[in-house]
């Protein structure tokens, strides 16, 4: 059974840094691909980045390119966020997901780690 | 980049009625790589249809994806209790893009 488990998530102010991790267990980590999406309380889903199953190639949307880093250790069979100078507004829940059979149909989510920023 | 809108935003029903939701997009969606989410609250969201129509593994038949280009759809036949929810379509392609969610909410 694929599971997804997410942490690291917490209170930080405005500026600060925070770094999420996903325990992936229950399949092949080093041959799937993996991405991060987050929801804002009460808000709808947003895609925020993707790295491949060799970590060789990533992406990220426009509203976090330059401040957040999606990496992972296939050894490990973990996936990690770094969130760097936040904002307010990237107050959310973040998930971690797994790709299926291509990069975009989410098949597989954890159950997310909550993000607060807030001073 | 392509835009989804989702309609209506909240769908009121009684258990037992059909629903269809719908989702348009700003420009064709190549290849129909249009899928289907369910989320109820306090969870995270579970893959219904890829590929437009393609039911996920694991998902009841009364779910049924459809459509091509800019214009796709998600019926549920006969509303069980445990089909209220917000549904999100999405494409996928390029950068992932959510629909901003259609409520299905008990009338």
């Known amino acids: 059974e694929v599971q997804l488990v997410e942490s690291g998530g917490g209170l930080v102010q405005p500026g600060g840094s925070l770094r999420l991790s996903c325990a992936a267990s229950g399949f092949t980590f080093s041959g799937s691909s993996m991405n991060w999406v987050r929801q804002a309380p009460g808000k709808g889903l947003q895609w925020i980045s993707y790295v491949s199953s060799s970590g060789s190639t990533v992406s990220y949307a426009d509203s976090v390119k330059g401040r ?3 990496s992972r250790d ?3 069979n ?5 969130l760097n ?6 107050t959310a829940v973040y998930y971690c997901v797994k790709d ?20 | 980049e392509i835009v989804l809108t989702q309609s209506p935003g909240t769908l009121s029903l ?15 969606v190549s290849n129909s790589y249009l899928a289907w989410y369910q989320q109820k609250p306090g969870q995270a969201p579970r893959l219904l249809i890829y590929g437009a129509s393609s039911r996920a593994t694991g998902i009841p038949d009364r779910f049924s994806g459809s459509g091509s280009g800019t214009d796709f759809s998600l019926t ?10 917000v549904y999100y379509c999405q494409h996928y392609g390029g950068s992932p893009f959510f629909g901003p969610g259609t409520k ?3 009338k």
């Open chain 2, 104 to 106: 299905v909410d008990i």
């Open chain 2, 14 to 28: 009684s258990p037992g009625e059909s629903a269809t939701l719908s989702c348009r997009a700003s420009q064709s």
């Open chain 1, 68 to 70: 957040f880093t999606i």
């Open chain 2, 76 to 85: 549920i036949s006969r509303v069980e209790p445990e089909d209220f929810a």
């Open chain 1, 78 to 82: 973990s996936l990690y966020l770094q």
């Open chain 1, 74 to 76: 296939n050894a490990r």
């Open chain 1, 100 to 119: 299926f059979q291509r990069w975009g149909i989410f098949g597989y989510w954890g159950l997310g780690t909550l993000v607060t920023v807030s001073s």
């Open chain 1, 85 to 90: 100078s936040l904002k307010a507004e990237d």
